[in-house]
T-cell receptor, first 109, second 115 residues
């Protein structure tokens, strides 16, 4: 079956760095996506990786290793507004998105 | 402004009373999809559509119907709602022609309670 695993909850301190991991087993691979979702709101697109390596976008970076079925989202200089759930999703061989259950990130002052 | 619009945003209804949640996008996207989100379960796909008159079941289609008569609209129909359909629903769309077609644009969500 297809499966995406990510930690349920993480806690970090304002100003610090946090890494949210995602491992996946899917039927084929056509890209990995990270979304941010604040409580009660819609998910919003953060990043996309289709080749191995690191993609940097401001304070956020996303890494992919296809051979290991592994990705991480790195958030630097954490701000209180970064408190949200972070969703990992993989596009499979049928171009359908398979979603992880999300990681709730709690930022403490 | 590019957006996906869902209505209603909030609804409380009773078991068996048919309801429709509308979804409309103004970005000329081919792909549209409905998800439900429940605590601890993440996003689960109900139905999706690759283009007009083309719809397919997602992971949890039971109890739902959809139609795609026009490119911009993708309504979700609950013919006979039951309490286990109480959930937060999201409509989403994307441009299949984009290099990363998985970049979904989501509506604001519709919180449905079935008593």
């Amino acid at each position: 079956g297809q499966n995406i695993d990510q930690p349920t909850e993480m806690t970090a301190t304002e100003g610090a760095i946090v890494q949210i991991n995602c491992t996946y087993q899917t039927s084929g691979f056509n890209g990995l996506f990270w979304y941010q979702q604040h409580a009660g709101e819609a998910p919003t697109f953060l990043s996309y990786n289709v080749l191995d390596g690191l993609e940097e976008k401001g304070r956020f970076s996303s890494f992919l290793s296809r051979s290991k079925g592994y990705s991480y989202l790195l958030l630097k200089e954490l701000q209180m507004k970064d408190s949200a759930s972070y969703l990992c999703a993989v596009m499979d061989s049928n171009y359908q998105l398979i979603w992880g259950a999300g990681t709730k990130l709690i930022i403490k002052p | 402004e590019a957006q996906v619009t869902q209505n209603p945003r909030y609804l409380i209804t009773v078991t068996g009373k048919k309801l429709t949640v509308t979804c409309s996008q103004n970005m000329n996207h081919e792909y549209m999809s409905w998800y439900r989100q429940d605590p601890g379960l993440g996003l689960r796909q109900i139905y999706y559509s690759m283009n007009v008159e083309v719809t397919d079941k997602g992971d949890v289609p039971e109890g739902y119907k959809v139609s795609r008569k026009e490119k911009r609209n993708f309504p979700l129909i609950l013919e006979s709602p039951s309490p286990n359909q109480t959930s937060l629903y999201f409509c989403a769309s994307s441009n299949l022609g984009d290099s990363h077609a998985g970049e979904l644009f989501f509506g604001e969500g519709s919180r449905l309670t079935v008593l």
